[in-house]
């Protein structure tokens, strides 16, 4: 495992930039949060990502960044930036993201009129590698659900789990969708409205077994959930952590002998794989996920002609030959 050094400056507290800039970075988080819809998360990344790339410029330059040295980037002050978070041990994605950020703000600033002229200049971010989901198989998803029941010591705790993992592999929801929700969203009918990255909402069909593992939990939660109360809770009533989750599933791994890739949100692409296995097109598996982009759902694709062939090379006897 990579593991990331601590470089003064770097991790520590962002450098100040002149107030002019601080404002214009304040006016594009509330840009973000507002046209963009980022999440909180997102948000918070960004704005740290920024106030490092700031106090880089200021030991970089020898200066306090201003909306001028921001104008006056350079293909090599951007290299420089690159090189030192590649020094100091930063994944690529994280510094892709960093770059991201760093963009976003300099053409914020272009359209605000805060600068002019100032195209970012060329500097490509790091190639990534291209991921592909890891679903688990069908018998492995459905032991999971099965199983995740085993290891609660109280009953209603069982059902939580149970109806939890049923809403990621049933509906195909993020594991924060699926806790995010409170009591009026409890799925009663056909269908639940989720509301996704971006505040974006999207409906998605519930099937009795999903609708079913909700009641029952709710019918043995020893809290009285309210519309406006967290759908799912944990020991002391309250919005129940997605790291219990997470540790659940770390322990059914291994007593189930699943890969370390069998993660909560591993259910989520054993949904859309599933699902496209069976038939389903990628358009209607976008709009179910969720997807901003069909190319970020075409990645299923990969995974089933990956199966394919490994039907073909077990199977066909040419193959064998």
């Known amino acids: 495992m990579r593991t990331r050094v601590a470089e003064p400056g770097l991790n520590a507290d962002p450098a100040p930039a002149d107030p002019a800039t601080m404002a214009a970075l304040a006016d594009w988080i509330d840009w973000l949060r507002a046209e963009r819809r980022a999440s909180e998360h997102t948000v918070e990344a960004y704005r740290r990502d920024l106030g490092h790339f700031l106090g880089f410029l200021q030991r ?11 104008e006056r980037l350079t293909a090599t002050d951007l290299r420089a930036y690159l090189a030192q978070r590649r020094m100091t041990g930063f994944a690529a994605s994280s510094t892709a993201r960093a770059m991201s950020a760093v963009r976003g703000f300099l053409r914020r600033l272009e359209r605000t009129g805060l600068t002019s002229g100032a195209a970012l200049p060329a500097v490509r971010s790091p190639r990534l590698p291209r991921t592909v989901p890891r679903p688990l198989p069908e018998r492995a998803a459905l032991e999971t659900l099965h199983a995740i029941g085993d290891l609660a010591a109280e009953p209603w705790v069982a059902r939580r789990d149970e109806a939890i ?157």
């Open 60 to 70: 970089h330059l020898g200066l306090t960044p201003d909306l001028g040295t921001l």
């Open 165 to 321: 993992l049923c809403l990621l592999y049933g509906c195909g929801l993020r594991i924060g969708e699926a806790l995010a929700l409170n009591g009026a969203a409890a799925p009663t009918g056909d269908s639940m409205v989720i509301t996704g990255k971006g505040r974006k909402q999207r409906m998605v069909p519930v099937l009795p077994a999903v609708r079913a593992a909700v009641a029952a939990y709710l019918a043995a939660c020893p809290y009285r959930i309210g519309p406006e109360d967290p759908l799912f809770v944990g020991a002391r009533g309250k919005r129940l952590d997605p790291a219990i989750v997470q540790r659940r599933m770390r322990i059914l791994r291994g007593q189930l002998g699943l890969a370390a890739t069998a993660t909560p949100h591993a259910l989520r692409h054993s949904f859309a794989t599933h699902l496209l296995a069976a038939g389903g097109d990628l358009r209607s598996i976008q709009e179910l996920l969720g997807h901003a982009s069909l190319s970020t759902t075409q990645r299923y694709t990969e995974v089933d002609a990956t199966r394919l062939l490994q039907v073909y090379a077990a199977a066909h006897p040419r193959a064998k030959a």
